[in-house]
């Protein structure tokens, strides 16, 4: 089955209220394409799932700016002053998590754990109103699988099924994700024949992406 698509095509299953997974480490692997084409679609009341919500310079500030997005699950947002000014007016809009629970909360999500427990934000906020246990002497947190209606994926090379090679560090996030959302969107830089990337070399497997969109060539 040939995935590739044109990136209206992609967007059309995206809807109001949807939660959106957005690869990316500031603007290591940040999907930036689907980002910034993503500001025209007319969806509204999102929830964003990123590691910091980028930066002044990414794609990801005019989108929070344009008062579309209601919540932020993160873990921090020092770098984007729009995801500031939504938490200035709306604190509640912002959902902080540690960044190695984030990550294991996508995890979980793409693999079907429903919880897991981590003493990561014991006797911090991180606790309020989460159930805990203990374990071998020591308090642990639960924390529950995190899991999107959409996902905006980076990946260096795709091949037409949508089984994807990503770059050294622009893996970050956008591998787990990639696991853990109804609907995955890749952008690639490069599209080859299915067959065209090593197997040993192959990030994600197709059966997770729905679909891949091209990044324009710069001129």
Same mark, same amino acid.
């Given at each position: 089955?040939?995935?590739?698509?044109?990136?209206?095509? %992609? &967007?059309?299953?995206?809807?109001?209220?949807? +939660? !959106?997974?957005?690869? $990316?480490?500031?603007?290591?692997?940040?999907?930036?394409?689907?980002?910034?084409?993503?500001?025209?679609?007319?969806?509204?009341?999102?929830?964003?799932?990123?590691?910091?919500?980028?930066?002044?310079?990414?794609?990801?500030?005019?989108?929070?700016?344009?008062?579309?997005?209601?919540?932020?699950?993160?873990?921090?947002?020092?770098?984007?002053?729009?995801?500031?000014?939504?938490?200035?007016?709306?604190?509640?809009?912002?959902?902080?998590?540690?960044?190695?629970?984030?990550?294991?909360?996508?995890?979980?999500?793409?693999?079907?754990?429903? %919880? &897991?427990?981590?003493?990561?934000?014991?006797? +911090? !906020?991180?606790?309020? $109103?989460?159930?805990?246990?203990?374990?071998?002497?020591?308090?642990?947190?639960?924390?529950?699988?995190?899991?999107?209606?959409?996902?905006?994926?980076?990946?260096?090379?795709?091949?037409?099924?949508?089984?994807?090679?990503?770059?050294?560090?622009?893996?970050?996030?956008?591998?787990?994700?990639?696991?853990?959302?109804?609907?995955?969107?890749?952008?690639?830089?490069?599209?080859?024949?299915?067959?065209?990337?090593?197997?040993?070399?192959?990030?994600?497997?197709?059966?997770?992406?729905?679909?891949?969109?091209?990044?324009?060539?710069?001129?």
């Amino acid at each position: 089955m040939n995935k590739v698509t044109t990136v209206e095509e %992609a &967007f059309s299953h995206i809807k109001d209220g949807d +939660t !959106i997974m957005v690869g $990316g480490f500031l603007m290591c692997g940040s999907p930036e394409y689907l980002i910034h084409t993503f500001l025209d679609h007319p969806s509204k009341g999102l929830t964003i799932v990123n590691n910091d919500m980028g930066e002044y310079g990414s794609s990801l500030t005019p989108l929070l700016a344009s008062g579309r997005v209601t919540d932020l699950i993160c873990t921090w947002i020092v770098r984007n002053p729009a995801a500031q000014e939504m938490y200035k007016a709306n604190p509640k809009c912002l959902h902080i998590n540690p960044q190695g629970t984030l990550t294991e909360r996508i995890r979980a999500g793409g693999f079907g754990i429903a %919880a &897991f427990y981590t003493p990561t934000g014991v006797g +911090t !906020i991180i606790e309020e $109103g989460k159930d805990t246990r203990w374990f071998n002497g020591r308090k642990y947190i639960m924390e529950t699988a995190l899991r999107a209606n959409v996902a905006f994926i980076h990946a260096e090379v795709a091949d037409e099924m949508g089984n994807i090679f990503m770059k050294g560090s622009s893996k970050n996030y956008n591998a787990a994700m990639a696991t853990a959302a109804d609907y995955v969107i890749v952008e690639a830089n490069e599209i080859v024949p299915v067959g065209g990337i090593d197997p040993e070399l192959v990030t994600v497997s197709g059966i997770y992406v729905n679909a891949v969109v091209p990044v324009p060539k710069k001129d």
